[in-house]
């Protein structure tokens, strides 16, 4: 499966909403697919599994959507610490893919 | 709390060997997988596969070089990743993170990540 996210670059300001896309080469269950964030520097976070889940600690102003190959990523309000890059993933039991990035911006 | 910790950054010559460790601790060691990922200077994460902790079977990814070792040893609660014939492509920031598989799957843990540079 490759995860091919858009657009590569997003250049918004803070308070404003930001919609993130990912599309699968093939149908993928929602249960193997979430998206993470990583900040300048630091490791990879969690922020939604299963299409739709918050993690444990995520603000309500992430957001995630999707089934089959198409899947979005929301966050209805920026604040500081999102101006970062974010990943959709997909992985089971015996595969696993990260998209490409989109870089969120000021 | 749940805390992953990795060995520190490793230089190494081109064809050597290394071998990074991922100390877990704040629950059950053989309860959850731990994945590995690597990012390469600048570039995006890549997906190196997972070791079931239980058994210790690895599963590593699609394409993988046969290069990457995956390892555990229940008794200090750490995984291992070892890294043979190093190549300079091998020069990355590598990731080790919880992977939960049951019903959804997920990292939902993740460490600091240990840099990893081959040079001659």
């Known amino acids: 499966i490759v995860l091919t996210q858009s657009p590569g670059t997003l250049s918004l300001s803070p308070g404003e909403r930001a919609t993130l896309s990912c599309r699968a080469s093939q149908n993928v269950n929602n249960v193997y697919f979430g998206w993470y964030r990583q900040n300048v520097g630091q490791a990879p976070r969690l922020l939604i599994y299963?299409?739709?889940q918050r993690a444990t600690g995520i603000p309500d102003r992430f957001s995630g959507s999707g089934s089959g190959t198409d899947f979005t990523l929301t966050i209805s309000r920026l604040e500081p610490e999102d101006f970062a890059v974010y990943y959709c993933?997909?992985?089971?039991?015996?595969?696993?893919?990260f998209g490409q990035g989109t870089k969120v911006e000021i | 709390q749940v805390q992953l910790v990795q060995s520190g950054s490793e230089v190494g010559r081109p064809g050597a060997s290394v071998k990074l460790s991922c100390k877990t601790s704040?629950?059950?060691?053989?309860?959850?997988?731990l994945a590995w990922v690597r990012q390469a200077p600048g570039q995006g994460l890549e997906w190196l596969g997972w070791?079931?902790?239980?058994?210790?079977?690895?599963s590593y990814a699609q394409g993988s070089t046969g290069r990457l070792v995956f390892s555990s040893d229940t008794s200090l609660n750490t995984a291992y990743l070892q890294i043979n014939s190093l190549k300079a492509e091998d020069t990355a920031i590598y990731y080790c993170?919880?992977?939960?598989?049951?019903?959804?799957?997920?990292?939902?843990?993740w460490g600091k990540g240990t840099t990893v540079t081959v040079s001659s």
């Open positions: 704040g629950y059950t060691f053989t309860t959850f997988a």
């Open positions: 993933h997909h992985s089971d039991d015996s595969v696993g893919t």
């Open positions: 993170a919880r992977y939960f598989t049951y019903y959804y799957y997920y990292l939902d843990v």
């Open positions: 070791i079931n902790t239980n058994t210790g079977n690895p």
């Open positions: 299963s299409v739709s």
